[in-house]
């Protein structure tokens, strides 16, 4: 059985700055369920509860404008997902529909009607010609869109599909339930039984999403837990776990290799660094209302937001990251200067005692250094001359050099180091416990 760490992000924080351009909020009229980004044009579709579909079209100056707006059903559109090169948009209905948009028209163009047993919550797209859907019961099925019925059905989950997560390299689908596990499937192979499954994490697993080149994945959870998994050690269990959301993790968009926006249902928008782990702060927010849906754009710079106020917000994270990192040199350089000055911060890792050095006792050193040359050379010279037969002895009690003078400057007790260390770790923890819940 794997263990895992609970891991607890006990770094000092600092806000992201508001981005430097921001993309009026797209008014909607209803609520909006989910949402996707064209792959290779500047538009932004999203699924609302009157089973409408709108088309928007966005430019970096923040400008947007209305694309096209069909109605298949009158039932909520729950989910949204749009294929590789951008000519089919695939959504999924409370009717148990499954609908294909032509986007560059703006009309549906097949429909594949009780594609459930039951409704349906989530659709994603894996390889060409290829989707996956998931129902309200934990069924997920396998769709060539050009064939009228489904291709395989996978029955282990027996709780509502929270989420999709296509591994291209493995040509592996990731499905996640609340039911408290996740499933692995291999969509090549003909068999209906999973390749892998996790234990039960008694707490409902509602997003996940991939970093580290694909090899961790960050699950989101109900109670505001963050569980990490590590596709070398297997599935079976999550290897850690970071706490700090102070409500659940419905929403989660990786932003970049090692960071993650995340959705919770305080409204915040949070940005968090994994592995090592870090809040970087709050990116934006839907007020009082839940974040449920996060998507990025294509060129990584909007990061579009769902939830129940009726409006679609598309958040600059681009430049939220670049003045972050500025901030950060902005501040290691300050750090520099007042540690030149001061001595290094209290933050910083003690170095080895055989390392501590003061200017004190280098300058000290130096100056004895040069004091032995000159005595070395008068003894020398005596000697030559005949004037002493050796060297005179030296007096350690007046002598500046003697170890018994320095050793109180140089060495410190390892213990009182060390209850040091502890008592200062002691007080940060103490002190910066709560942050997560007071952002």
């Known amino acids: 059985m794997i263990t895992f760490h609970v891991t607890s992000i006990l770094i000092k924080t600092r806000k992201v700055p508001q981005s430097k351009s921001r993309m009026p909020d ?14 290779a044009h500047d538009q932004v579709y999203a699924g609302l509860l009157t089973g409408e579909i709108k088309g ?9 404008s209305e694309a096209f707006t069909v109605r298949p059903t009158k039932r909520s559109c729950r989910g949204l997902a749009i294929d590789k ?3 089919q948009l695939f959504a999924v209905t409370k009717d148990k529909t499954l609908h294909t948009i032509d986007p560059r028209l703006g009309k549906v163009i097949d429909t594949k009607a009780e594609a459930h047993d ?14 996956a859907t998931g129902d309200d019961d934990g069924i997920v099925k396998l769709w060539d869109p050009r064939v009228s019925t489904h291709i395989r059905a996978y029955t282990r989950h027996f709780d509502f599909i929270s989420d999709f997560l296509w591994l291209e390299d493995k040509k592996s689908l990731v499905s996640t339930s609340g039911d408290g596990t996740l499933t692995v499937m291999d ?4 068999k209906t039984e999973p390749i892998a499954q996790s234990i039960d994490q008694e707490d409902e697993m509602l997003s996940i999403a991939a970093i580290k080149q694909n090899s961790k994945i960050v699950v989101g959870t109900q109670l505001g ?13 999550c290897v850690d776990r970071v706490p700090g959301h102070p409500q659940s993790v419905d929403a989660i968009a990786t932003i970049t290799d090692d960071v993650i926006a995340t959705g919770s249902s305080d409204g915040f928008i949070r940005m968090v660094q994994i592995l090592p782990n870090k809040l970087l702060g709050v990116v934006g ?54 540690e030149s000055v001061d001595g290094p911060s209290e933050r910083e890792t003690p170095m080895p005692e055989d390392l501590i050095v003061s200017r004190t006792n280098r300058k000290r050193s130096a ?5 032995n040359e000159e005595d070395l050379e008068t003894i020398a010279l005596e000697v030559k001359q005949g004037g002493i037969s050796e060297p005179p002895a030296r007096d350690t009690n007046d002598d500046p050099s003697s170890s018994s003078d320095l050793e109180p400057e140089i060495e410190v007790p390892k213990k009182k180091q060390a209850k040091k260390r502890k008592k200062s770790k002691k007080s940060r923890s103490a002190d910066v416990s709560g942050f997560f819940s007071g952002l």
Not at 228 to 236: I, T
């Open 187 to 190: 969509v090549r192979a003909k």
């Open 285 to 338: 927010d839907h007020g009082e209302f839940p974040v449920e849906r996060l998507k990025l754009s294509r060129d990584g710079k909007w990061l579009g937001s769902a939830s129940h106020d009726e409006i679609l917000k598309l958040t600059d994270v681009g430049n939220a990251l670049e003045d972050s990192d500025e901030d950060d040199d902005d501040t290691r350089s300050q750090t520099h200067q007042s």
């Open 26 to 39: 797209i008014l909607l009229k209803n609520q909006c369920f989910d949402l996707a980004f064209h792959p």
């Open 367 to 371: 100056q004895e250094s040069d004091e």
């Open 225 to 237: 837990m963050l569980s990490v998994f590590n596709r070398k050690s297997g599935w079976d269990d």
């Open 118 to 131: 039951s409704p349906i919550n989530r659709v994603v797209t894996c390889m060409p010609q290829m989707i």
């Open 56 to 64: 928007f079209s966005y430019d970096d100056a923040g400008d947007s």
């Open 85 to 87: 090169d951008g000519s």
